[in-house]
């Protein structure tokens, strides 16, 4: 469900994942892992409990607004990326970063800044995201640097 174009289908189904886990009610794998994001983020909660506010929300980032489905979408996909290992050699940065951080949330919250970088880069190109960029920022970050800042022979 998550893989659709339609915002309000991806809306609806985070709030009917948001829904059914507080009934208690079975989930899919997939409605368990958007469940566990949302209930990271309470401030969301209210939101996600009133659909239709929900599907007719605008969220504006020239008015320093954060899009909450796009931010929790951010944490699952990076969830995804340290399950799967993809770019090779996430994983093993992510763990480090959590390991740093002190929480998953909190490296993910800090990952995400070098996901949107090399989505919006990639976007501007017109071509695929560089993972090995995006791995190089995440690494940066597991190894307490900033992305930008330069590494030294001894880190590779």
């Known amino acids: 469900m998550l893989f659709t174009r339609d915002r309000d289908a991806l809306r609806r189904y985070y709030c ?3 829904r059914r886990h507080r009934a208690g009610e079975p989930l899919e794998p997939l409605a368990r892992e958007v469940a566990a994001v949302i209930a990271e983020h309470p401030e969301y909660h209210a939101l996600l409990e009133q659909e239709e506010a929900a599907l007719g929300r605008e969220y504006l980032p020239e008015l320093g607004e954060t899009n909450p489905f796009l931010h929790m ?7 995804e990326q340290a399950a799967t290992d993809r770019p090779g050699g996430f994983r093993a940065a992510y763990a480090a970063l959590v390991r740093r951080a ?21 976007q501007r190109a017109g071509r695929a995201p560089d993972e090995t960029a995006y791995l190089r920022c995440v690494q940066a970050l597991a190894r307490g640097r900033a992305a930008d800042e330069p590494s030294r022979a001894s880190d590779v």
């Not at 490296?107 to 070098?114: N, S």
């Open 16 to 18: 009917e994942a948001w």
């Open 102 to 122: 002190g929480s998953a949330h909190e490296a993910e919250h800090r990952i995400m800044d070098c996901l949107v970088e090399a989505l919006w880069r990639a």
């Open 73 to 79: 979408g951010l944490h699952l996909a990076i969830r």
